[in-house]
């Protein structure tokens, strides 16, 4: 039963320290992804769901993408606003676009 504790314990670590060690890297990705919207305006809760997910996304996992945002989507409607999850969604399908077109042309160099 501590197996699976210890694994998220980690996990979430990890994540942790990865989305705090990139914040201004993540943020910039956010921002490029959020037209019309500042990071520093979005709420706190969507703010810091978006950074995990957008760390997910590009920097921290081999999680799908379609996962990624589902739990991020998640997260949202469950901690946010009524409209959190739509945007979340919105931003972190637009960070998934740009996340592949930059996989792509650095696979293609």
């Known amino acids: 039963m501590n197996a699976p504790l210890s694994w998220a314990a980690t996990s979430w670590a990890s994540s942790h320290t990865g989305v705090w060690g ?3 890297e ?3 990705l956010i921002g490029e ?3 019309h919207w500042r ?3 979005m709420t706190l809760v969507d703010r810091n769901i978006l950074r995990l997910g957008a ?3 590009s920097l921290g996992s081999e999680i799908p993408f379609a996962v990624a945002i589902n739990e991020a989507v998640e997260l949202g409607k469950r901690f946010g606003s009524e409209e959190s999850g739509a945007f979340i969604n919105g931003i ?3 960070i998934s676009e740009i996340v ?3 996989t792509t042309a ?3 160099e």
């Open 22 to 24: 990139r914040v201004e």
């Open 26 to 28: 993540i943020d910039a």
């Open 33 to 35: 992804a959020a037209e």
């Open 39 to 41: 990071v520093e305006r």
């Open 55 to 57: 760390y997910e996304l």
């Open 92 to 94: 972190l399908d637009r």
């Open 100 to 102: 592949r077109k930059k």
């Open 106 to 108: 650095e696979g293609s």
